[in-house]
T-cell receptor, first 115, second 114 residues
Framework: DTGVSQNPRHKITKRGQNVTFRCDPI?????LYWYRQTLGQGPEFLTY????????KSRLLSDRFSAERPKGSFSTLEIQRTEQGDSAMYLC?????????????FGDGTRLSIL | AQSVTQLGSHVSVSEGALVLLRCNYS??????LFWYVQYPNQGLQLLLK??????LVKGINGFEAEFKKSETSFHLTKPSAHMSDAAEYFC????????????FGRGTSLIVHP
């Protein structure tokens, strides 16, 4: 179990640029989640995959945001035309599927700063 | 719909003192409840979870929480605080059935004084 890996750890970019983050889940986990966390807040759900299928998206996920999980392994989260309000920590988590609630394992996040 | 309220954005205790972090939940169906800990610049780590078995749940690092349906509470306790417990703590709720996506509280920062 090598844990959930997120890259890059930090990203600084100018407003209006596109950014892409990557998440590598724990290998046997078929569920993958993206969250956004701002200072002083808990994680807010963005989207969720089971294998390669994106099953749920939050209203927070505007049309500038897109997430993929090709082949049901790693996932990418892209933000187009970044805005100041996108500055946040973006967290990825993975879990086993099946019945019941399996605990989520979180990566250390990607901190995005928009200049 | 589900929600979580964590009372107190900051809790300060002395080393060796009792730790009590409060969490109240709202859920229209029987809930799953969780406590996570987050250290600076890291992701969240699961401390413990309640999934309708025993109402007193023991977790890692000496923490435990008690599910009280009548009070819709799931408070986190530890008998004796250590300096290493200083971190942000998040309570979360998810509904049994459905996608199991948790809703997190705003967090409580635990400060431990020597």
């Amino acid at each position: 179990d090598t844990g959930v890996s997120q890259n890059p750890r930090h990203k600084i970019t100018k407003r209006g640029q596109n950014v892409t983050f990557r998440c590598d889940p724990i290998s046997e986990h078929n569920r993958l989640y993206w969250y956004r966390q701002t200072l002083g807040q808990g994680p807010e759900f963005l989207t969720y995959f089971q294998n390669e299928a994106q099953l749920e998206k939050s209203r927070l996920l505007s049309d500038r945001f897109s997430a993929e999980r090709p082949k049901g392994s790693f996932s990418t989260l892209e933000i187009q035309r970044t805005e100041q309000g996108d500055s946040a920590m973006y967290l990825c988590a993975s879990s086993l599927g099946g019945q019941g609630h399996q605990p989520q394992h979180f990566g250390d996040g990607t901190r995005l700063s928009i200049l | 719909a589900q929600s979580v309220t964590q009372l107190g954005s900051h809790v300060s205790v002395s080393e060796g003192a009792l730790v009590l972090l409060r969490c109240n939940y709202s859920s229209s169906v029987p809930p799953y409840l969780f406590w996570y800990v987050q250290y600076p610049n890291q992701g969240l780590q699961l401390l413990l979870k309640y999934t309708s078995a025993a109402t007193l749940v023991k977790g890692i690092n000496g923490f435990e929480a008690e599910f009280k349906k009548s009070e819709t509470s799931f408070h986190l306790t530890k008998p004796s605080a250590h300096m290493s417990d200083a971190a942000e703590y998040f309570c979360a709720v998810s509904a049994s059935g459905g996608s199991y996506i948790p809703t997190f509280g705003r967090g409580t920062s635990l400060i431990v004084h020597p």
